[in-house]
Structures are given as structure tokens and as C-alpha cells.
T-cell receptor
Framework: AQKITQTQPGMFVQEKEAVTLDCTYDTSDPSYGLFWYKQPSSGEMIFLIY??????QNATEGRYSLNFQKARKSANLVISASQLGDSAMYFCAMREGLGNTGNQFYFGTGTSLTVIP | EAQVTQNPRYLITVTGKKLTVTCSQN?????MSWYRQDPGLGLRQIYY???????DKGDVPEGYKVSRKEKRNFPLILESPSPNQTSLYFC?????????????FGPGTRLTVL
């Protein structure tokens, strides 16, 4: 079974609108972390946001928020007020085990986001 | 400046010719990892290391070797490269201390095996 599933290969959003990128995960480990990364066309991997499995509140970083629904095993990324510079590939990732145990990383296949002027 | 460096950035080689891609980080991170990125497959973890002399296989370790003799360095070795190892490779590092689990990525190495 896939550890991380991103079901939207491509998404379009109008500039200044909000967009949600879907991510579901699969683990039986109670300790895990969820990440979102952005990869622009230039190729570098840019960290956006992190959510720990024990965190009570949804993570937020500026225009990025993570909609964490533990029971559904989903960790959707919400980008508010989209900008042209948000056009990129977005990857959801999970780190199984935290601290000094486990620590294998799994990435989804990515969602290509295009922001339309 | 905190960073992860990889060398070379681009490499074209032939089947069977041993090669090493170097990775170095200056953040004193315990955790280091190698990934390969292929179209439609996302990033897949090859090997990771929790500390010096401690390495573990990721999802796709076949055909690769790693070593962690110093905390800052984590080279990726392809003893006998094959065309199916043509890919974009990323090295990454992170702390193991809560809550700073963010992985810092190197710029990537694009490898072509003919």
C-alpha cells in the first residue's frame, strides 16, 4: 500500500483564490510527522509546513495551512490568496517514527499547481 | 549560511563505471538521507543515516551504497551504474530534535547513465 497518496496530478487556481491540495497517508506508527514541500521549475525543494501526529492544532505558516484530520489520515495543504509564484509541484511527505526511532521518509507523487492570472 | 551541498550537479557516465556523489551539510544535523526523483514517482528514499556509522535502507536501495564516517558527509556510491539509475538525486539533512524535523535539501544532482 502507498504510504502517501496525492490524487491530484494537476490543479489550476485563479490568482488570489484559495486552493486545497489533497494528501492521505497510511501508517500504524503513532508517532509521525507530515510535511509539505514545494518544488518550482528551478528544481529545488522548499519546505513549507510541518504537522506532528501529536499536535493538537493545525499548523499554519503565513498563507499555508495544513488541514490535519487524524481519523481520516489526511493532511491537506491549503494555500490562501494564491500568487503566480505559487505555480510549482507540491509534495506531501511523511516521516514515520520521530526522534531517535524509525525515521524513514515517504513522499507522494506530487501535485502540479498552476496559478492563472 | 546553512546549507546542504552536492557535487557534481550534473554527471553523464557510462554503464559500469563507478561513481560517487558527495553530500555535505554544515548544520551539525544527525539525520541525512538520499532520494531519487523520477517523473510520476515523486521522491523515493534510497538510504538514510541517523548518525555516524548508522545507515539504513530506504525504499529503493538496490544498486547504491552509502557511508557515514563523519557527521557532515554522506556520499552516495554507485559501484556499477546502469541506465535505470538515470535520475535526479537529492541529498537532505535534518535535526532529530523536536520540533525541528524539517529536512534541508541539496540542489540536486542530475545523473545520466548511458
Amino acid at each position: 500500500a502507498q504510504k502517501i497518496t496525492q490524487t491530484q496530478p494537476g490543479m489550476f487556481v485563479q490568482e488570489k483564490e484559495a486552493v486545497t491540495l489533497d494528501c492521505t497517508y497510511d501508517t500504524s506508527d503513532p508517532s509521525y510527522g507530515l510535511f509539505w514541500y514545494k518544488q518550482p521549475s528551478s528544481g529545488e525543494m522548499i519546505f513549507l509546513i510541518y504537522q506532528g501526529s501529536y499536535d493538537q492544532q493545525n499548523a499554519t505558516e503565513g498563507r499555508y495551512s495544513l488541514n490535519f484530520q487524524k481519523a481520516r489520515k489526511s493532511a491537506n495543504l491549503v494555500i490562501s490568496a494564491s500568487q503566480l509564484g505559487d505555480s510549482a509541484m507540491y509534495f506531501c511527505a511523511m516521516r514515520e517514527g520521530l526522534g531517535n526511532t524509525g525515521n524513514q521518509f515517504y513522499f507522494g507523487t506530487g501535485t502540479s499547481l498552476t496559478v492563472i492570472p | 549560511e546553512a546549507q546542504v551541498t552536492q557535487n557534481p550537479r550534473y554527471l553523464i557516465t557510462v554503464t559500469g563505471k563507478k561513481l560517487t556523489v558527495t553530500c555535505s551539510q554544515n548544520m551539525n544535523h544527525e539525520y541525512m538521507s538520499w532520494y531519487r526523483q523520477d517523473p510520476g514517482l515523486g521522491l523515493r528514499q534510497i538510504y538514510y543515516s541517523m548518525n555516524v556509522e548508522v545507515t539504513d535502507k530506504g525504499d529503493v536501495p538496490e544498486g547504491y551504497k552509502v557511508s557515514r564516517k563523519e557527521k557532515r558527509n554522506f556520499p552516495l556510491i554507485l559501484e556499477s551504474p546502469s541506465p535505470n539509475q538515470t535520475s535526479l538525486y537529492f541529498c537532505a539533512s535534518s535535526s532529530l530534535d523536536y520540533p525541528t524535523y524539517e529536512q534541508f535539501f541539496g540542489p540536486g544532482t542530475r545523473l545520466t547513465v548511458l
